[in-house]
Nanobody, 126 residues
């Protein structure tokens, strides 16, 4: 079992930046692919970014490529999402998630992730 707690959300103007951090419990953090997802009001939850167990491979949604960067620190059991050049359409609740499988590729659908944090609100004003 992995427990996840996000922080770092808030209100920012368009063009600004925020850094989200997710802290994981347990001793197996480095064995899990980690992802960030978001859900805007009235919309389905969608993939944002994911990172491999070692941190060497990353995957991004087209809508955030070049603006967001996912990273992890396996010594601190954290995964972060640096968000730059924010747009109003980035407004959503952002959640981190862990894939329980201990091997395999970086996956990008919500169905591939088993453990979820409670989410943190990001609001971008125009």
């Amino acid at each position: 079992q992995v427990q996840l707690v996000e922080s770092g959300g808030g209100l920012v103007q368009a063009g600004g930046s925020l850094r989200l951090t997710c802290v994981a419990s347990g001793r197996t953090f480095s064995s899990h692919v980690m992802g960030w997802f978001r859900q805007a009001p009235g919309k389905e939850r969608e993939f944002v970014a994911a990172i491999s167990r070692s941190g060497g491979n990353t995957n991004y949604a087209d809508s955030v490529k070049g603006r967001f960067t996912i990273s992890r620190d396996n010594n601190k059991n954290t995964v972060s999402l640096q968000m730059n050049s924010l747009k109003p359409e980035d407004t959503a609740v952002y959640s981190c998630a862990a894939d329980r499988r201990l091997s395999g590729p970086v996956r990008t659908t919500i169905f591939d992730y088993d453990y979820w944090g409670q989410g943190t609100q990001v609001t971008v004003s125009s």
